[in-house]
Each structure stands twice: as structure tokens, then as C-alpha cells.
């Protein structure tokens, strides 16, 4: 089983900013669109961003446009997701994953109805609280 591995995350204050990064050691990430998605306790899986793989178009959810960036670096085999202006219903636990051959059908689906995935990361915490 492949897996992402994540980094980042942690406790922080509502305005503020965090970077998550989601990188692999056995395959490489541009031939995957790759997600984000998060999950409060309680709540259904959200998807918030999704980069496609080779040409690298962008997806957000509506509820993240404007404060969440998500990029690539092919050189690192490293996708980001910048997250700025944290709010704390953005608590929640995050998770990178991919799909091979991820194209804008995916990742439009992804953000907008159910993020479907082949391999997911650890997944880490985000908490926003004063």
C-alpha cells in the first residue's frame, strides 16, 4: 500500500496561518491529482482542494476560496496547502490523498460532492481556538 506521508498542522489562532505539506518516497505526485480533505468530529468528509495531475488545474470548495492555496512541487514530490485567515470551524483533521490520473472531472467532484481517493495521507490536526 502506498502511502502520503503529511506534515504540518498544529494549534493556532483564529486569523492566523498554517502550511500543510503531503509528500511520497514511492511514486511520483504529478502523475496523481491530488486532495485535501478535512473531517470535524461529527461531520461527513470534506473536500476543500484538489490539484490535477500534469497540468496542475485548481479546485476549491466554496468555503475555503480565497483563504486556502493549494501548489506543487515537482522538484520536492511535495503538494502544499497554504491555509491563511483560519477560522476555528476550519478545525478539523486533514488529510492529503491522490488519484491516479486525476483530471478536472475528478477534482471538481471532489470539492463539490464526495472526495474519492486510491491512497490517503496519516492525516493531521488543525485547531483553530483562541
Known amino acids: 500500500q502506498l502511502q502520503l506521508v503529511q506534515s504540518g498542522g498544529g494549534l493556532v489562532q483564529p486569523g492566523g496561518s498554517l502550511r500543510l505539506s503531503c509528500g511520497a518516497s514511492?511514486?511520483?505526485?504529478?502523475?496523481?491529482?491530488i486532495g485535501w480533505f478535512r473531517q470535524a468530529p461529527g461531520k461527513e468528509r470534506e473536500g476543500v482542494s484538489c490539484i490535477t495531475s500534469s497540468d496542475d488545474n485548481i479546485h476549491y470548495a466554496d468555503s475555503v476560496k480565497g483563504r486556502f492555496t493549494i501548489s506543487r512541487d515537482n522538484a520536492k514530490n511535495t503538494v502544499y496547502l497554504q491555509i491563511n485567515s483560519l477560522k476555528p470551524e476550519d478545525t478539523a483533521d486533514y488529510y492529503c490523498t491522490a488519484k491516479a490520473y486525476g483530471d478536472d472531472y475528478y477534482c471538481s467532484g471532489y470539492v463539490s460532492t464526495a472526495p474519492e481517493y486510491d491512497y490517503w495521507g496519516q492525516g493531521t490536526q488543525v485547531t483553530v481556538s483562541s
Open positions: 514511492e511514486f511520483t505526485l504529478n502523475y496523481y491529482g
